[in-house]
């Protein structure tokens, strides 16, 4: 592979974390804008096709850090493996909670992931460079680009105390921005002459590639993973039912949320498996969500859930909803 290290002086000159970055800032924004990351941070995607990419992500740093495993006693790699970082056991903690107790026999990897993680086996484990470049890639970007992905899939899902989105937390580093400064120093420090430089920034190269095609699998499945209720359609539905339908909502959570002392019920979100409200109790507002009969999997059916829920609750026909 032809090295993407420019020759002139003066970029010669800059520190190697600052050539590794600009090197590859192409290839990061193409990562950055596939259609299945930019669906998943507006919120289009259901649930299930974000835990799809949690469960690429435990294939592929399952055999990162083994090899972290593997080269921590090299002399000049082994200042970059730091457990704190380590992911498999966050990734744990996030299949469990999104897919279920049973989450190791309904995962598998995808072909794009296949691919990743023979590229991490073969590298890895006998290149000490080459482990930084794909180690770099993937940590420097959960610490930059990737908080903003945790704090967006809590948002969109609902997701609270870090239930879901263990992967991003890290906590136990202290500042994100001086840690990355910290190893980007090492970067910078690395003994290695310019033709195994060079090398690494291909890998890198590599690297961005490898996760760009995860991504682009994943796209394939937007369909199948297409959130029937965006941020903006719930946004639509909870100002018709505030604005047009308050008394009927006080109704359903008075009757079918065993709250008959409630005076007031507002709509706050719902997904394509409930609607939640927020009633109002003794002057206190008390959280309430109330499950749909089945998944819902279009727009329609959400008036119809509301309908039979305001039948059930003893409200008539709903035929004026």
Wanted: aromatic share 10%; net charge negative.
């Amino acid at each position: 592979m032809t090295s993407t290290i420019p020759t002139d002086t003066t970029y010669a000159a800059a520190p190697f974390s600052a050539r590794l970055r600009e090197a590859t800032r192409g290839d990061h924004r193409t990562a950055e804008s596939s259609d299945y990351v930019s669906r998943l941070m507006s919120g289009g995607l259901a649930r299930e096709g974000y835990a799809a990419l949690v469960a690429q992500h435990w294939f592929i740093y399952q055999v990162l850090e083994e090899a972290a495993d593997v080269v921590r006693a090299d002399p000049v790699v082994g200042a970059f493996v730091d457990d704190r970082l380590h992911r498999v056991p966050a990734l744990r903690a996030d299949l469990a909670f999104l897919v279920g107790p049973d989450w190791a026999d309904r995962i598998a990897p995808s072909r794009a992931t296949t691919a990743y993680r023979d590229r991490l086996r073969e590298v890895c484990f006998t290149w000490p460079a080459g482990f930084v470049a794909h180690h770099y890639t993937r940590y420097l970007g959960d610490l930059s680009g990737g908080q903003a992905i945790g704090k967006a899939m809590a948002r969109h899902y609902g997701l609270r105390d870090g239930l879901g989105v263990a992967f991003y937390d890290f906590t136990a580093i202290g500042s994100p921005a001086e840690y990355k400064a910290g190893y980007r120093a090492k970067l910078d420090a690395l003994p290695y002459d310019e033709a195994e430089l060079s090398r690494m920034v291909d890998e890198v190269a590599v690297a961005y590639r490898l996760n760009t095609a995860v991504f682009e699998e994943l796209a394939r499945d937007t369909e199948r993973y297409a959130d029937p209720f965006p941020p903006q359609v719930v946004r639509q539905i909870m100002r018709h039912m505030n604005d047009d339908h308050a008394a009927d909502s006080l109704l359903i959570v008075r009757r079918l949320a065993g709250l008959p002392a409630a005076t007031a019920a507002r709509m706050t979100g719902m997904d394509a498996d409930g609607i939640e409200f927020a009633a109002t109790v003794d002057g206190v507002e008390v959280p309430v969500r109330l499950p749909f009969s089945r998944r819902l999997a279009e727009r329609a059916e959400a008036r119809q859930e509301v309908v039979r829920m305001y039948r059930e609750a003893g409200g008539g026909s709903g035929d004026e909803r």
